[in-house]
């Protein structure tokens, strides 16, 4: 399990960003998707500093296009709150905006970014905790991708949880690269100009 992880964030060392500045300039940004809102009711700040991340990349010209994905259900839809947000508090316009209602989980996220959107050269955008997976996945899809870090957030209980969890993730993104298995990806080509 410890080399799994070793394995993941040796692979994506150097592709991972903090300072905007660093980061090379792509046509798209894949923002991973997270519930608007806590167990509480309250506003989710994963939620938020990811998409205050996007929006300042957006802003000074790092990126064009902004696919959102996460999941949408009956009565939940992660995409469509991630764009309204981007337009009524970044101001981003809706034509740059592309909300992904299929994005289940990090690696079918990115397998629809490639497939689905054709998007081979994009800026994975969430905390790095998760970034080093997504940036690994991306690798076994052979994508040109880099990933900017979203703020973290320094609550011990969601911080202790998150990277737990991300330690087992990162072991079965391994399993799954061995194995050569991926999503079953269907659908409409979508050009996103």
């Not at 500045?21 to 506003?43: D, F, N, Y």
């Not at 011990?156 to 399993?175: Q, T």
Request: net charge positive; with cysteine; proline share 4%.
């Amino acid at each position: 399990m410890f080399l799994a992880n070793f394995w993941v964030i040796s692979l994506t060392e150097g592709r991972t960003f903090k300072k905007i500045s660093k980061i090379p300039t792509q046509k798209c940004a894949l923002v991973l998707g997270t519930s608007p809102k806590t167990r509480e009711g309250r506003a989710n700040p994963y939620f938020i500093s990811r998409l205050e991340a996007v929006m300042a990349l957006y802003n000074l010209g790092k990126i064009k296009r902004i696919i959102v994905s996460g999941e949408k259900s009956r009565n939940y839809d992660e995409p469509h709150a991630m764009k309204n947000y981007l337009i009524y508090n970044g101001g981003i316009p809706e034509y740059s905006i592309i909300e992904d209602p299929g994005g289940f989980n990090t690696q079918t996220s990115i397998s629809r970014c490639k497939y689905i959107y054709q998007e081979h050269n994009i800026i994975i955008v969430s905390q790095r905790f998760h970034n080093v997976r997504a940036l690994f996945i991306a690798r076994k899809e052979k994508m040109n991708a880099y990933a900017f870090d979203a703020k973290d957030i320094n609550a011990k209980e969601s911080f202790y949880r998150n990277h737990a969890r991300e330690f087992l993730a990162r072991v079965k993104a391994v399993v799954l690269y061995i194995l050569n298995i991926s999503p079953h990806i269907s659908g409409d080509k979508i050009n996103i100009e």
